[in-house]
């Protein structure tokens, strides 16, 4: 289940189950989201990414959806393997003329043997 | 996907020295990269909007003369953190843009001020 860390929530799944992410954004206007992965010491890894247009997007085993209704956004992970124990951030993108993403707090996805 | 690296990805330096990182596009030109700072078990803060030939926009709070940018070519921006401090100790990343919305990362540098 969830809980909240030090910083970080962790969501704890176990091997071969499917995970879901949630993230919160904070601009109506924003156009543009991403999911990123960051595994310790190592920089953000694109995932996947949706337009503000569409409410779903379907990748290699992940999935994204998009509620602008309630500035929500989320990751489905399909049979969650070890290797995909890291940190998960979302980011959205905010055309305010500096093209700048603004990150989520991100979640710390834990894959339980 | 495009590349973007860092160097050093690691460096140790003494309270009061400057240091410099580095980070490039290899396979694109970027005519804006980003600068981020992040601190344990925390999300990225954005320090700065890097621009080839112009000055960086810098974020609230963050000190344009404690952290020196230069993008002098499409393919390179510098970070420099003169003075640096104890409290400068962090991971910091930059991302170049590909296009409209794409960023690619680089993989970080470890700054570690004694």
């Known amino acids: 289940g969830e809980s909240v860390g030090l910083h970080l929530p962790t969501l704890s799944v176990q091997e071969g189950d499917n995970s879901i992410i949630n993230c919160a954004y904070s601009?109506?206007?924003?156009?543009?989201f991403i999911w990123y992965k960051q595994e310790s010491g190592k920089g953000p890894q694109f995932i996947i990414d949706i337009r503000s247009n569409m409410d779903k997007r379907q990748g290699q085993r992940v999935t994204v959806l998009l509620n602008k209704t309630v500035k929500h956004l989320s990751l489905q992970i399909a049979a969650t393997q070890p290797g995909d124990s890291a940190v998960y951030f979302c980011a959205e993108f905010w055309a305010s003329g500096t093209y700048k993403y603004i990150f989520g707090t991100g979640t710390r996805l834990k894959v339980l043997a | 996907g495009a590349v973007v690296s860092q160097h050093p990805s690691r460096v140790i330096c003494k309270s009061g020295t400057s240091v410099k990182i580095e980070c490039r596009s290899l396979d694109f030109q970027a005519t804006t990269m980003f600068w981020y700072r992040q601190f344990p078990k925390q999300s990225l803060m954005l320090m700065a909007t890097s621009n080839e030939g112009s000055k960086a926009t810098y974020e609230q709070g963050v000190e344009k003369d404690k952290f020196l940018i230069n993008h002098a070519s499409l393919t390179l921006s510098t970070l420099t953190v003169t003075s640096a401090h104890p409290e400068d100790s962090s991971f910091y990343i930059c991302?170049?843009?590909?296009?409209?919305?794409?960023?690619?990362f680089g993989p970080g540098t470890r700054l570690t001020v004694l």
């Open positions: 601009n109506s206007a924003s156009d543009y």
């Open positions: 991302s170049a843009r590909e296009g409209d919305y794409t960023q690619y």
